[in-house]
């Protein structure tokens, strides 16, 4: 199947189930999960740890297939792509942020944030030029050839989001970005996201625990024991410079 | 990727040092092995290698080797000269005698016999003395590694003097032999005077071998072949009757086995440390390869950059370790002469086929745990 993403087309999933084992031990970590994520603003899923918040985003990233359920994402039905196109959309559309940042320790600022183009082709020198530019872009133009493990934790979220968003991908996920960052550069971080998630072809969803930066949000939605509790807009006070 | 792959080869120094350890001295062990077992085995031919000027050697049909002695009929020698395709043909003895030194005690020796008139076969590199003064009555030459053996601690030089079968033999020279296999002194002599220095057969015949030249441009190989079909004698070039000479000693001796075993282990050793290294390397990226998988680097993608970084640990470790068995090789046979050392070709393509079955059954047990990883793990803080 060709994954031709649609312009204007967010996430959209219906009854959405997921399933983790079988038998006496299976586990429902989705429990028929109705979502609709429009591009041009942050949407942030909160709830308790084990309600289904990471299941659901590796879900909607395509790491993860559904065990049911409808799942259209930037116009795409995953359920219809093969692991090969899955895996292949992925690198075009997607980009990631980990909580635990998951920068290749060898590489340095620029080759972290390169990789996205590597995987999608593009040669290394114009790759690294790029990735120059993008941590500029994030403040990490005196960085660009330090290590991970010479920069900081907030230096190596940005460096982190740099990398996520170097390819243009339609998609950002980002899985708790502000755990394993101190409150002021969790701000930092939540500024940069959102000042993606505003471009109108984007679509943004956070998973996060942290309650300081609901104030980014334009929407969010609370999930419960794999289902939505809760969604509600809000109106977020905090304004973004964009990326 | 590939620049990425090795990125993460080299960044973990510590990991990256015990691989290519581990191929280094499993590349090292199979190749030194390897050389020292060709070396045996040349060894066993040193003579055949050492006998210059002819291009084939004829002998009693039963001989499997150059020291299986079966003599042959003197008649068999004008046969012999009779067969198209022969430029000349003379006889060479070889035989055991035993030589007493001027202070009683008895040494073995390998006797070789020259035509008397040419000294057809003689050995090239002298060290003292004169080859041509083997016309002299009861003279001999004697190999640089026996004249050691029989008078220890004297400078080389002539006019030494054994007793070989109740008779005087005096040294006019002494050269330099390959190293054989038996470690016995080599004496050279006409096969006149070889006939004198050892006892008489019951048989009466005493001619073990007919050395032939083949006429320029004719084939030895066909030449050969005619003397086997006109005299019904064994006739082999020189590199045939190398290979059979070999043959028989990879045949009937232990030798094969044994080095065999030794450079077996040598792979299972290396086999262990590369493989169990490259393997928790690759366990320890396990996270890393998860973040690329789920930024879309496909399964062809981890494949590859897995089996680059055990092809270029593969290829730095064997050239350090066929480095090192050179290094070895030549530092070891000049603190011991007798080492037997020879490292042909063949010894570097076995140890490269054997380094490539290494690196991939290492890769092979890496990329399996690479491929089955979900790239969904890197969201639950797992891989």
Redesign the interface.
């Known amino acids: 199947m060709n994954a031709v993403i649609q312009p204007g087309k967010g996430v959209n999933c219906r009854g959405l189930v997921k399933e983790y084992g079988s038998g006496d031990s299976r586990v429902l970590a989705l429990r028929g999960v109705d979502l609709e994520i429009p591009p041009g603003e942050l949407t942030l899923l909160v709830g308790p740890s084990g309600c289904g918040k990471?299941t659901l985003?590796?879900i909607l990233?395509g790491?993860?297939n559904p065990t049911r359920g409808d799942l259209s994402v930037l116009g795409v039905d995953l359920n219809q792509l093969s692991n090969?196109e899955k895996?292949?959309?992925?690198?075009?559309n997607?980009g990631?942020v980990?909580?635990?940042f998951?920068l290749?320790?060898?590489?340095t600022a620029a080759?972290n944030v390169a990789?996205?183009l590597?995987?999608?082709g593009v040669s290394?020198k114009p790759a690294i030029e790029r990735a120059n530019e993008m941590l500029k872009a994030v403040g990490l133009g005196e960085k660009l050839g330090s290590l991970p493990s010479q920069l900081s934790g907030g230096q190596q979220q940005r460096v982190a989001i740099a990398r996520a968003l170097v390819h243009q991908p339609r998609l950002l996920v980002a899985?708790e970005p502000t755990s394993a960052v101190d409150a002021q550069t969790g701000q930092a971080v939540m500024e940069l996201i959102r000042a993606v998630a505003l471009q109108p072809d984007r679509v943004a969803v956070v998973v996060t625990h942290d309650p300081r930066v609901f104030g980014f949000a334009d929407r969010i939605i609370t999930l419960e024991d794999g289902r939505i509790a809760a969604a509600h807009r809000t109106e977020p006070h905090r304004l973004a410079v964009p990326v | 990727m590939t620049w990425i792959a090795l990125k993460m080869l080299m960044g973990d120094r510590s990991k990256y040092f015990a691989i290519v350890f581990g191929v280094s001295f499993a590349c090292f062990l199979i190749a030194e092995q390897s050389a020292i077992f060709c070396g045996v085995m040349l060894r066993t031919t040193s003579q055949i290698r050492d006998t210059h000027g002819a291009d084939i050697w004829v002998m009693n049909t039963g001989v499997r080797y150059v020291d299986d002695l079966k003599a042959i009929s003197d008649d068999d020698l004008y046969r012999v000269r009779s067969v198209s395709g022969v430029e000349w043909a003379v006889s060479l003895y070889r035989g055991q005698g035993q030589a007493q030194l001027a202070n009683g005690t008895y040494q073995g020796v390998i006797l070789m016999g020259l035509d008397d008139a040419t000294l057809t076969g003689a050995p090239t590199r002298m060290l003292v003395g004169r080859i041509g003064d083997l016309q002299i009555p009861d003279t001999i030459l004697v190999d640089e590694a026996g004249f050691r053996q029989m008078w220890p601690g004297e400078p080389l030089g002539t006019g030494k003097v054994i007793e070989m079968n109740q008779r005087r033999a005096v040294v006019v020279g002494v050269y330099r032999a390959s190293q054989t296999f038996m470690t016995l002194p080599i004496i050279y002599t006409r096969f006149s005077q070889a006939t004198l220095f050892v006892p008489p057969t019951p048989t009466g015949r005493l001619t073990p071998f007919v050395l032939a030249k083949a006429r320029p441009g004719t084939d030895p190989e066909e030449v050969a072949r005619r003397i086997q079909e006109r005299t019904g004698l064994k006739a082999l070039t020189n590199d045939g009757f190398s290979d059979l000479t070999m043959s028989y000693y990879l045949e009937h001796t232990g030798i094969p086995l044994n080095f065999g075993t030794t450079v077996l282990l040598a792979f299972f050793v290396g086999t262990a440390i590369a493989g169990q290294t490259f393997y928790l390397f690759t366990v320890e990226n396990l996270k890393q390869f998860g973040t690329l998988k789920a930024m879309g680097l496909s399964d062809r993608g981890v494949v590859g950059m897995i089996l680059t970084q055990g092809l270029v640990v593969g290829g730095i470790g064997y050239g350090i370790g066929i480095g090192l068995a050179t290094i070895y090789g030549i530092f070891a046979q000049r603190a011991m002469s007798l080492l037997a050392f020879f490292l042909p070709w063949q010894v570097l393509a076995l140890t490269a086929v054997a380094m490539i079955v290494i690196v991939l059954f290492a890769s092979l047990l890496s990329i399996r745990r690479a491929l089955v990883l979900e790239p969904a793990v890197v969201f639950q803080g797992g891989a």
Do not use: G, H, Y
């Not at chain 1, 895996?87 to 075009?92: L, Q």
């Not at chain 1, 290749?104 to 590489?107: E, G, K």
């Open positions: 990471t985003i590796s990233a790491t993860l090969r895996t292949a959309f992925r690198a075009k997607v990631f980990f909580q635990q998951n290749l320790p060898a590489l080759e990789v996205p590597v995987i999608n290394r899985d």
